[in-house]
């Protein structure tokens, strides 16, 4: 389809695993965002991309967290040594710069990867 | 990012208007105000913004009151498929979004 895809859709993993999700944006879309969302609360940012830059990664819980995009396009959330607390939804999203006469202040979400970590 | 206050969620018969309040009494000039909406096991869905004009596109309708200190989200129609999280979130456009937790709406037949 044309939105937001996300996998794997769901992961189990043993708590020390590394684990990597990843996402492909729209085509033409620039700019790409991750979040986090536990069970029961709202999403939180986790990291922002243009192109390839990621311009803000304040929202990373921890270094065990890394983010690319190496060519503007695909990205990837690798979470290294994974625990209990890392159990969520992650969710990808995706738009058009926002000077850019396409956007129209919209941002694309996928349906997120849920990851349980045991 | 200014933050919102939403109710924690609401009741609306179906094909009735769903009118969700938001209170964002520290919102800066330059921030909009946007509603997402977040149906079960799903991302995050737009459903409008605007800045201190009221905007209406297929979905909703946005009404901003005149200081910009609140704003009311309305379906004007509800459905079964409206019942969801609806989150109303302060950004400059093109910034990150800060979600809250949000207004639970269960639209009930």
């Known amino acids: 389809g044309a939105g937001v895809s996300q996998s794997p859709r769901y992961k189990v993993a043993k708590r020390g695993q590394d684990v990597a999700l990843r996402c492909d944006p729209i085509?033409?879309?620039?700019?790409l965002f991750w979040y986090q969302q536990a069970l029961g609360q709202g999403p939180e940012f986790l990291t922002y991309f243009q192109n390839e830059a990621q311009l803000d990664k304040s929202g990373l819980p921890s270094d065990r967290f890394f983010a690319e995009r190496p060519e503007g396009s695909v990205s990837t959330l690798k979470i290294q040594r994974t625990q209990q607390e890392d159990s969520a939804v992650y969710l990808c999203a995706s738009s058009f710069p926002f000077d850019s006469p396409r956007d129209t202040g919209e941002l694309f979400f996928g349906e997120g990867s849920r990851l349980t970590v045991l | 990012d200014a933050k919102t206050t939403q109710p924690p969620s609401m009741d609306c018969a179906e094909g009735r208007a769903a009118n969700l309040p938001c209170n964002h009494s520290t919102i800066s000039g330059n921030e909009y105000v946007y509603w997402y909406r977040q149906i079960h096991s799903q991302g995050p869905q737009y459903i409008i913004h605007g800045l201190k004009n009221n905007e209406t596109n297929e979905m909703a309708s946005l009404i901003i009151t005149e200081d910009r200190k609140s704003s009311t989200l309305i379906l004007p129609h509800a459905t079964l498929r409206d019942t969801a999280v609806y989150y109303c979130?302060?950004?400059?456009?093109?910034?990150?979004?800060?979600f809250g937790a949000g207004t639970i709406l269960r639209v009930k037949s």
């Open positions: 979130i302060n950004s400059q456009y093109g910034n990150k979004l800060v």
């Open positions: 085509s033409g879309h620039v700019s």
